[in-house]
């Protein structure tokens, strides 16, 4: 697909063939006539495993066998896949998406701006300095039990809460 619900295939394509030594995960069905060649091409080279449509569990299990989730969609927005990796310990590497700005150095991720050469380079980076990925992992995980949690949702709808602030 391509334009606004691009997945950025063409950019895993790239990626995948920028860092042969980086096993690459996609789970989830590749359909649509526009996605044919970025698929054969994914099919072609030896890192990406292609998983195809997995479970919620299973995609949970296969993510908490990764250090990093990454997202290679020029324009898709906030993924529920990087909340759900987050959760996990697992920091985000983004082609365009920046929520928020969380995807900074000192983080949950790390964004590319557009840049897959960036998006290798920091890649490989994680992969490489442990200490920092593990520091990013603790931030996404404190921030999914922050903001995300059962607990931390129920007290932002406490309505007892908001009239007192209110009041105040």
């Known amino acids: 697909l391509e334009g606004r619900r691009s997945k950025g295939l063409g950019e895993l ?24 060649a970025a698929l054969q091409a994914l099919e ?6 292609l998983d ?24 898709e927005g906030f993924s529920n896949v990087m909340l759900e990796g987050w959760s996990l310990g697992r920091p985000s590497v983004t082609f365009a998406v920046k929520p928020s700005g969380m995807l900074t150095g000192d983080g949950l991720g790390v964004c590319a701006g557009g840049d897959i050469c960036v998006m290798a380079a920091a890649i490989v980076a994680l992969l490489e300095e442990s200490a920092a990925r593990s520091a990013m992992g603790r931030r996404c995980r404190e921030y999914v039990v922050s903001v995300h949690s059962g607990e931390a949702v129920v007290e932002a ?8 602030e209110q009041v105040e």
């Not at 394509?13 to 044919?36: D, K, N, Q, Y």
């Open 13 to 36: 394509v790239t990626l995948a063939g920028l860092l042969p030594a980086v096993s690459f995960t996609v789970a989830g069905t590749i359909r649509g006539e526009s996605s044919h």
């Open 44 to 49: 072609a080279l030896p890192n990406p495993v």
């Open 52 to 75: 195809g449509s997995l479970s919620h569990g299973q995609t949970q299990r296969r993510m908490a066998e990764h250090r990093l989730v990454i997202n290679t969609s020029p324009s």
């Open 157 to 164: 709808f406490d309505v007892r809460k908001v009239v007192k």
